[in-house]
């Protein structure tokens, strides 16, 4: 018999805890699984003489975790996410329909996917594809999603890792724009910044310019510092990852060659235990491989930009 049966007294038990330990309070993990508050705090105290060690510090109307505690929760609810992935998956499979949730950011939503998404459901019809979208700096867990993008300076535990490209940023404007500035980029210029997450000042922006008077443009959310470089109101700065699509096409052209390429590798991540399904490796491995066709066109037509080749940089 393994262990777990021996100091588990139900599977209801660790349901219980994990509502509990979520919600941290008693009452509110009552309401969730439809039984009375006695039940769960009977639940909860039979479960720690059990195991032989308090799960929860008692105060007032919440409770919090102990060590022991956070440890069980940890491990519980990395199961109940799997079980719950599960459960949609085989509902999903029923329906004739296979869902993959990536974690990425508006812009790449907004500028690489979406005009992608016809070619993207030409190659997976069944397949519907849900987003956990970021304004700002891509960051954060990917435990409740398939895979996410992430920008990485090395390999990080718990986490497979798909390197994409490295980090490249160029400056960018739309034709008319440069056309406007006669192709000479200099004092004048209008900056359209990202309030957080840039690694360069957009002092690197441009060569030999007195930006101190410049009249910038400040936005939280890197999908609409795309979006105003697309409309002709300036200079910023574009990560190939997400720009890619629009540089290739024309709707967006180097303002100057002074393109930065950071120590961070673009990668697409996943929690490490996570099942792989054949769908989702399938998903992503065909984003990998339209990213990187963007890179090397990018690369291949504008060679003075010096953008290394794939493969030089990978963690």
């Not at 509110?28 to 032989?52: D, I």
């Not at 085989?90 to 979406?114: C, N």
């Not at 359209?192 to 922006?205: F, R």
């Not at 769908?279 to 990018?298: G, N």
């Amino acid at each position: 018999m393994r262990k777990i049966r021996r100091q588990i007294p139900s599977m209801n038990a660790l349901f219980a805890f994990e509502a509990a330990g979520r919600l941290r309070n008693f009452s509110r993990a009552s309401e969730e699984l439809n039984v009375t508050p006695a039940a769960v705090s009977r639940m909860m105290q039979r479960l720690e003489e059990n195991l032989g060690t308090a799960l929860f510090h008692r105060a007032g109307a919440g409770v919090t975790l102990s060590e022991s505690g956070r440890l069980l929760f940890d491990a519980t609810s990395r199961a109940v996410t799997q079980i719950e992935a599960a459960l949609i998956e085989i509902e999903d499979r029923s329906l004739g329909v296979d869902t993959v949730t990536i974690s990425v950011s508006t812009a790449f939503t907004t500028h690489w996917l979406m005009p992608r998404m016809m070619k993207f459901k030409a190659a997976f019809p069944s397949v519907d594809l849900r987003f956990q979208l970021l304004m700002g700096p891509l960051s954060g867990s990917v435990d409740d999603v398939d895979f996410g993008m992430r920008f990485l300076r090395a390999r990080e535990p718990r986490l497979r890792v798909f390197p994409i490209m490295p980090e490249v940023l160029i400056p960018i404007c739309s034709p008319a724009y440069r056309k406007m500035r006669d192709g000479k980029v200099g004092d004048g210029e209008t900056l359209i910044k990202l309030s957080e997450g840039e690694p360069y000042s957009p002092h690197d922006l441009v060569s030999g310019s007195d930006l101190i008077a410049a009249n910038p443009l400040i936005f939280a959310d890197y999908a609409i510092v795309v979006q105003a470089a697309l409309l002709g109101q300036g200079i910023a700065w574009g990560w190939l990852s997400v720009v890619g699509h629009w540089m290739r096409h024309g709707d967006l052209v180097p303002a100057n060659m002074r393109r930065q390429i950071t120590p961070r590798q673009c990668c697409f991540v996943q929690t490490e235990g996570k099942p792989l399904r054949p769908v989702v490796e399938q998903v992503r491995d065909w984003i990998i491989t339209e990213l990187r066709s963007d890179y090397a066109e990018v690369r291949r037509m504008f060679p003075a930009l010096e953008i290394p080749e794939l493969g030089d940089n990978v963690l």
